[in-house]
Each structure stands twice: as C-alpha cells, then as structure tokens.
C-alpha cells in the first residue's frame, strides 16, 4: 500500500486535473469501481459520478487548485487528510478535512467534511 502522503495527492491531483481524459485514467488508476464519494454537498458512486462530482467543482470555481494542508496521516487501509481550495498561487479560501477507505491500494470510499466555506461559497 502507497502512504497516505502519496495517496492524498493522488487524490487531490485529480481534482486538479481539467483535462478530462487524463481525469478519467487517474480516476480509473486510484479508485475502485463501486467507489463512492459523499460531503455536505454533494455525492457520487463510481467512477463517472466522482468523475461529474469534479467536473461541477472546476466549473463552480474555475482556476481555483487543490492543495494538501499539513500532512497526510493513514494506518492499514485507512487515511485522513486536509486540503485547502483557492486560486492558483493564493490563499485557500475553502477548506476541509477527507477520511478516505482504501481496498487494494485504490480508493473505496471517502467522507468529506468542510472545515471552512466562506458565505459567497
């Protein structure tokens, strides 16, 4: 198994990634099949859901990336990270905290919780 380093930015990369078929082959690489994503927003299960969860994200908030807050911390096949999301080269404006479920190395499922969602959000 890759460490949660690794993994939370596998997985934050995804959400980075605006061309679509690239998108789609590191969904296809990091999460298994049946995966699901939920938050306080919005949900999906499977690749092409999760793949639609990302897409809504960059239109909502376009040139806006993903980065890692702090280190990523994982045990057996669980992990848990924070991420902050903003403009390219400046202060994350939005921030939370993902407890994801690996199976095999990919990601089975993850839980997102928001730390911090300005009003204008």
């Known amino acids: 198994?890759?460490?949660?380093?690794?993994?939370a930015e596998r997985y934050l990369a995804i959400w980075n990634?605006?061309?679509a078929?690239?998108?789609?082959?590191?969904i296809a690489e990091s999460?298994?099949?049946?995966?699901?994503?939920?938050?306080?927003?919005?949900r999906g299960?499977?690749?092409e859901q999760i793949n639609s969860l990302v897409e809504a994200v960059q239109s909502r908030f376009p040139g806006f990336r993903f980065e890692l807050i702090g280190a990523a911390d994982g045990y057996g096949e669980v992990m848990r990270f924070s991420w902050g999301l903003g403009p390219e080269n400046g202060e994350a404006l939005i921030k939370g905290t993902d407890?994801?479920?690996?199976e095999g190395g990919k990601l089975k499922s993850v839980?997102?919780?928001i730390d911090?969602?300005?009003e204008a959000a």
């Not at 078929?21 to 590191?26: D, E, H, K, S």
């Not at 407890?99 to 690996?102: G, K, T, Y």
């Open 21 to 26: 078929a690239r998108r789609r082959a590191l």
């Open 17 to 19: 990634e605006t061309d």
């Open 45 to 47: 299960e499977g690749h």
């Open 31 to 42: 999460w298994s099949e049946a995966a699901t994503y939920i938050d306080p927003l919005m």
């Open 116 to 118: 911090q969602l300005p």
């Open 111 to 113: 839980r997102g919780f």
């Open 99 to 102: 407890f994801a479920e690996l």
């Open 1 to 7: 198994m890759n460490d949660a380093k690794t993994n």
